[in-house]
């Protein structure tokens, strides 16, 4: 039970509040969700469901799960790929991870009040900072690492169980105090009404990757904590109850941003700092007649966020903190300090991207948006890509089905269905969609 709520603890995150609304933001609303909804259901579970496999026979780190259940060494390469892209990913994540940690003290210190232009010029005037932001992120993957040594295993597992449903809660509670706002019905229109016009070439492989990013698939993250699974756990039910939880979450988050965010005035399609320029008046406005309820309901927001940010950070960090203790040979707190030095670096160099410092471009994109591009849109299809064609034509069928069924006890009529999955639909699917986005068809 322990492990299942931490494999979901991993997948809702920053990915659902942040991400999610932004990525909706910028693609047209409904329609990007319609896709979202189609990549969860016909990709994502079935990708789930072959990450529990590998790490769930194998019981030893992505890289070498890879090796172990199909007895070749070149496939650990997948694994590598899955540990290079969560270790980039959790770069970027703990910039804006630690931005949640800084609004966090802000609205302790009440330093976020003010009209909604005033909220824009913080968050620019403190994003852009030279050493602030930087010292947030690094601060962020040190608690991460702090975590991670001290193998709080029990305390993190715990926690979820209680900090989980207070987020769905409180989210609730905002979703609420959001749609009242004055102005609000368009944003609820903008979330359920799709408008294919805005729909762009490159909006199938934009849900793609969001998909895969808010399960945290593609990166072995599913595989490497499956590796602590029970023998009876159903798998199939499991990647279904925590795919729909975090479907749950990501659509409450737009729910609440949306109809904030028409209602003072920002644009949906305001990109990373959406959630920062408009929340912070929900809570002002909703609550201008109690004032110290938006207060307290502000401070607990941004704690959940941390919260929910840091149950997947130290997901990410568990990837490489096992692969180098394992691989390397060196005792785990060795292994956890390499990792945090390198996201560290990255992290910085990401944060001083958003404008501190000029030139940290990539393509046009800035070092974050380059950082988050590459992982979701193509590192995490690729590697679901692939583990898709490796569970379904490389791996013996009869320890895939021996998984999947529980040894013949669960699930029979199934596996054929998601045998058929994993060969034919899923490699095809992110085929055509990497197709048709570089213009091929
Ligand atoms: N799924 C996490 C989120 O939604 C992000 C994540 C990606 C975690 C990849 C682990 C691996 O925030």
């Not at 992505?62 to 770069?91: D, E, F, M, N, Q």
């Not at 193998?151 to 989980?164: C, F």
């Not at 997901?315 to 785990?332: K, P, V, W």
Request: hydrophobic fraction near 55%; charge should be neutral.
């Amino acid at each position: 039970m322990g492990i299942i709520l931490a494999t979901a603890g991993s997948a809702v995150g920053l990915g659902n509040v942040w991400r999610f609304p932004f990525m909706t933001g910028q693609n047209g609303g409904a329609a990007f969700i319609i896709l979202y909804f189609a990549c969860i259901l016909l990709l994502g579970i079935p990708g789930m469901v072959s990450e529990f496999i590998i790490g769930r026979h194998s019981q030893a780190n992505a890289a070498r799960a890879y090796g172990h259940i199909s007895g070749r060494k070149l496939w650990k390469l997948v694994g590598h790929l899955g540990i290079l892209t969560s270790t980039i990913i959790l770069g970027f994540y703990a910039v804006v991870a630690g931005w949640c940690l800084q609004y966090l003290f802000a609205s302790v210190a009440g330093s976020l009040n003010g009209d909604a232009s005033y909220v824009l010029s913080y968050f620019q005037s403190f994003s852009t900072h030279l050493w602030k932001p930087c010292l947030w992120a690094v601060g962020f993957i040190l608690i991460t690492h702090f975590v991670i040594i001290r193998g709080v295993q029990a305390g993190i597992e715990r926690a979820s169980k209680l900090l989980m449903p207070l987020l769905f809660v409180l989210l609730l509670a905002i979703v609420v105090a959001s749609c009242m706002l004055p102005g609000a019905s368009a944003g609820i229109k903008f979330l359920l009404m799709p408008d294919f016009s805005k729909v762009s070439q490159s909006v199938m492989l934009e849900a793609l990757g969001q998909a895969f990013f808010s399960l945290s698939l593609g990166t072995c993250c599913l595989c490497t904590y499956a590796s602590y699974f029970a023998k009876d756990t159903h798998l199939l039910r499991s990647a279904g109850e925590i795919a729909l939880l975090d479907t749950l979450i990501a659509i409450l988050a737009g729910l609440m941003i949306f109809p904030a965010a028409f209602s003072v005035g920002v644009q949906p399609d305001s990109g990373p700092s959406l959630i920062f320029i408009t929340l912070p008046n929900v809570f002002q406005q909703a609550f201008a007649t109690v004032p110290t309820l938006g207060y307290v309901i502000g401070i607990m927001f941004y704690a959940l966020l941390v919260f929910a940010a840091l149950t997947s950070t130290i997901s990410m960090h568990e990837i490489g903190t096992a692969f180098f203790t394992e691989e390397l040979n060196i005792g785990r707190k060795k292994a956890a300090w390499v990792l945090t030095v390198v996201c560290s670096l990255i992290a910085v160099f990401c944060s001083l991207s958003m404008g501190a410092v000029d030139g940290l471009t990539l393509f046009g994109m800035s070092l974050l948006d380059f950082c988050d591009f590459i992982t979701a849109q193509i590192m995490l299809p690729m590697g679901a890509f692939l583990t898709s064609l490796f569970v379904g034509w490389f791996v013996n069928q009869h320890t895939v089905r021996n998984e999947f069924t529980n040894h013949g006890t669960v699930y029979q009529s199934l596996f054929p269905v998601y045998q058929f999955s994993v060969r034919y639909v899923v490699p095809l699917c992110i085929l055509l969609i990497f197709l048709h986005q570089f213009g091929v068809i």
